[in-house]
């Protein structure tokens, strides 16, 4: 097996598989994660694209829509709506900027704070559920290739 890194293209037209495709698997394991997720959320009534916000705004990542939807490739408009139904469950709100009154900031209210442990457990499960069989080395590589994969982008 050779483990040199190269620059060359991997995929060739001719020998191209798409269902083995990197971006194929990395699809359906994001789909097939989001559909865990919102099943394992469902008590709490979230959705995991719900709990990506929530996410976001917790690890400080994001603290308003616009950088919502740059950190979560989200459209404005549908960002707004999931923002409004997220407030209407008293799990964020929307907060005055000190410096400028043209922006408006985000952040989880206190019902928010402390759901929030119980959705990250819940995502932590459904992440450890599809990491059956790793080892502990096995997902520190998983995370340096992904990591190495965004790098290139």
């Known amino acids: 097996m050779d483990s040199t890194p190269t620059r060359a293209n991997f995929y060739e037209a001719r020998t191209f598989e798409p269902k083995r495709s990197i971006g194929r698997l990395l699809g359906k394991v994001k789909m097939a994660m989001g559909d865990a997720l919102d099943r394992?959320?469902?008590?709490f009534d979230i959705t995991a694209a719900q709990f990506v916000v929530l996410l976001a705004?917790?690890?400080?990542?994001?603290?308003?829509?616009?950088?919502?939807?740059r950190g979560i490739s989200y459209d404005p408009g549908a960002m707004t709506r999931m923002i409004d139904r997220l407030e209407q469950k008293g799990l964020i709100q929307r907060t005055d900027h000190p410096d400028d009154r043209r922006r408006v900031g985000l952040e989880l209210t206190a019902e928010g704070?402390?759901?929030?442990?119980?959705?990250k457990a819940a995502a932590m499960s459904v992440q450890n559920r599809f990491l059956r069989g790793f080892t502990k080395s096995d997902v520190r590589?998983?995370?340096?290739?992904?990591?190495?994969?965004l790098a290139n982008s």
């Open 40 to 43: 394992e959320l469902a008590p």
């Open 113 to 119: 704070k402390t759901v929030y442990p119980k959705l």
């Open 141 to 149: 590589q998983l995370e340096i290739l992904l990591q190495r994969m």
């Open 57 to 69: 705004l917790a690890s400080g990542e994001a603290d308003s829509a616009a950088g919502l939807c």
